[in-house]
């Protein structure tokens, strides 16, 4: 297999140009998007270099405790998004966001890195740090879709679901139905993904290891474990914040009130 191709400035400047070339059409189009997209290019950018920088220094240092801080970081980041996606005025719904992040975050990673990948140092940043950002940033989304669907499937639906508490249902029988619904809601997506991926997309972890050189075969078969990895951090983070936010709807005598 060939080596990584390095890329320099230079080229990062010709990438630009492309991102420069979709802003004047946008704004050409009159689309309202120009602005937008130039903010998101220059984020991209100053984002991903910091990372980079900083991933760098976290690897000199390979300490865990550099490498937990980054992920707790990381964390606290997707918790923060997902909440204000959800209802950023509702206060004690994040450390129940925060939570679930966590536990999908530890459940999965733990037995990754346990019982698949095995590195020789189990904090080894050049596996927990990609890894945690990947089943992070998918059950971030996946959290928000759900989320947001539940809690606004409850605000539309009060008078069915005091119907069923009236008639003597608990208060997390009477949202079954909307607390489902906004579970397939998140997890289309995902399986949408799993159904075409490498027929219609090259997942970005496929592709950058065949990029840097890395043996086709062996490429696809992290992207499986990824792929599962993913899947499975997903349905246990949006289980458990759907149930958190169910829970957020009802007082301690099952009353239904607003978040």
């Given amino acids: 297999m060939n080596s990584l191709i390095s890329l320099d400035l230079f080229d990062v400047a010709l990438g ?39 991933l760098a220094f976290i690897f000199d240092l390979n300490s865990p405790w550099a490498v937990l801080a980054a992920l707790i970081f990381m964390l606290s980041v997707a ?19 925060w939570g679930s992040l966590l536990a999908g975050l530890f459940l999965t990673l733990s037995y990754i890195i346990i019982a698949i990948v095995q590195p020789q140092i189990w904090y080894s940043p050049q596996y927990l740090i990609p890894l945690g950002g990947m089943i992070l940033g998918n059950a971030m989304n996946t959290a928000a879709i759900s989320g947001e669907r539940l809690a ?37 997506p995902l399986i949408n993904r799993m159904m075409v991926v490498g027929l219609v997309t090259l997942p970005g972890t496929l592709t950058g290891q065949v990029l840097s ?26 289980l458990l914040v759907t149930r958190g936010i169910s829970r957020q709807f009802f007082n301690p005598s099952e009353q239904l009130q607003g978040i």
């Fill in 79 to 97: 918790a923060i998004v997902t909440h204000n996606r959800i209802a950023p005025q509702h206060k004690p719904l994040f450390p129940i966001i």
């Fill in 16 to 54: 630009l140009a492309l991102m420069a070339i979709a802003i004047a059409l946008a704004a050409w189009q009159r689309l309202g998007l120009a602005g937008q997209m130039a903010i998101a290019t220059l984020r991209t950018v100053v984002q991903l270099l910091v990372a980079g920088y900083l």
């Fill in 213 to 238: 050189g890395v043996d086709p075969i062996d490429a696809a078969l992290y992207q499986i474990i990824i792929m599962f990895m993913v899947a499975f951090a997903e349905l246990v983070v949006v």
């Fill in 152 to 188: 606004s499937a409850i605000d539309r639906s009060a008078i069915e679901i005091e119907t069923h508490l009236s008639l003597g249902a608990t208060s997390q029988q009477a949202v079954a139905s909307y607390r489902k619904d906004a579970i397939r809601a998140g997890l289309i």
